[in-house]
């Protein structure tokens, strides 16, 4: 099973990435959001992958980070009615943190506002895999339910999830507050802070 590919990035669409490795050119197909924090073409790309074999088709998909990966396999394998390119559109839409956010929380809405979910799909994704959230996740989603905050934690997924909260505490769309701070973090990297990633978003 191939589970990454690393090589020279030589073309790049929002959907598609094409690595060079050996004298090779693997054709992946990625989310939006794993486009928007590929490097520059000519510079080296890491993506981690899953390959889908079909009878008439092998196709590579690829994501920025395993979490997304995992949560990209979770999808396919324990969603019903949900397929690959299903599953690439929805993490095109909103970032893992947002996803897993609306998922702990029963947010039929957010979901349902992902390309082809609708809200029978969007409540059959809360009830397949909320028991795969762990515990952390169902509590910060409880937490913001009953309008408190949850305690800050250092990991990128947290601190993404929270400035969106916060800009959709300020009237927000929430789509429209996911992409503004996925943008903001593209451009101040993982080791910023909550806080500055809320005033990128909002400049």
Known sequence: MITSITGQLVAA???????????????VHIPVTTAER????????KLHTVAVYREDSQTLYGFSTEEERNFFRLLVEKVTGV????????LSKLSLATLKGA?????????SKCPGIGKKTAERLVIELRDYLNPAELAGAAATQAGAGAAPVASV?????DAVLALV?????????DKAVRQAWVTLGPTTSTESLIKKALG
């Open 157 to 161: 997924e947290n601190k993404i999830r």
């Open 38 to 45: 590929l490097p520059s073409l000519g510079q080296q790309a």
């Open 169 to 177: 505490a300020l009237g927000y769309r929430a789509v429209d507050a």
């Open 103 to 111: 998922i702990a929380a029963g947010d039929i809405g957010l979901l």
């Open 13 to 27: 669409t929002p959907l598609t990435a094409t690595i060079e490795v050996g004298g090779f050119g693997y054709e």
């Open 83 to 90: 397929g690959p390119k299903m599953a690439l559109s929805v």
